[in-house]
T-cell receptor, first 120, second 112 residues
Framework: QVQLQESGPGLVKPSETLSLTCTVS????????WSWIRQPPGKGLEYIGY???????NYNPSLKSRVTVSLDTSKNQFSLKLSSVTAADTAVYYCAGSKLGIPYWYFDLWGRGTLVSVNS | QSVLTQPPSVSGAAGQRVTISCTGGSSNIGAGYDVHWYQQLPGTAPKVLIY???NRPSGVPDRFSGSTSGTSASLAITGLQAEDEADYYC????????????FGGGTKLTVL
């Protein structure tokens, strides 16, 4: 049973860089696309981007200039960096996985989510 | 503003049938890209309910079904139960957004 766990600071100052890590346990990190998705308080889901071992990353065009998603296979982790944050970046951040090699690309694994607030 | 449009809320009495619509365009649903549906119970992470338009993961009751026509998709829930009260999101792929995955704005289901 593959499980995901987000970790990182719960509070980030405006204009700084938000950094989160997702640890994958119970399965191979090379078997999935790994994504970040966020949800501002009381609002809907927003796709941020994905990474996987055998190809390029993909980012939401609205965030692309500020986002980096990367993979560390030696630690079974992937990470998110979002630069120049503002209050609009306050959200619950989820890490999620999509199985490689099947006909459908959907988010079948989810972490519990971590709330990141942007505030001075 | 979401690329995929859902009604903000729907409601139905216990035991009844409700549908939730998801309207896209020619660069996503209308182009034939898969539609997936997620259920988010209060205070929890979303979980996949329907994938590839009509497929249910194991453990999802057959009261939930999905369909697609043209540039729209629908999620139907029959035999409504109190435990179905949640937020529901559709998700697809949009070729005009550099291969970005896109979500609907979400629909709050209230069971009366």
């Amino acid at each position: 049973q593959v499980q995901l766990q987000e970790s990182g600071p719960g509070l980030v100052k405006p204009s700084e860089t938000l950094s989160l890590t997702c640890t994958v346990s119970g399965g191979s990190i090379t078997s999935y696309y790994w994504s970040w998705i966020r949800q501002p308080p009381g609002k809907g889901l927003e796709y941020i981007g994905y990474v996987y071992t055998s190809g390029p990353t993909n980012y939401n065009p609205s965030l692309k200039s500020r986002v980096t998603v990367s993979l560390d296979t030696s630690k079974n982790q992937f990470s998110l960096k979002l630069s120049s944050v503002t209050a609009a970046d306050t959200a619950v951040y989820y890490c999620a996985g999509s199985k490689l090699g099947i006909p459908y690309w959907y988010f079948d694994l989810w972490g519990r989510g971590t709330l990141v607030s942007v505030n001075s | 503003q979401s690329v995929l449009t859902q009604p903000p809320s729907v409601s139905g009495a216990a035991g009844q049938r409700v549908t939730i619509s998801c309207t896209g365009g020619s660069s996503n649903i209308g182009a034939g890209y898969d539609v997936h549906w997620y259920q988010q119970l209060p205070g929890t992470a979303p979980k996949v309910l329907i994938y590839g338009h009509t497929n249910r993961p194991s453990g999802v009751p057959d009261r939930f079904s999905g369909s697609t026509s043209g540039t729209s998709a629908s999620l139907a829930i029959t035999g409504l139960q109190a435990e179905d009260e949640a937020d529901y999101y559709c998700q697809s792929y949009d070729r005009s957004l550099s291969g970005s995955r896109v979500f609907g704005g979400g629909t709050k289901l209230t069971v009366l």
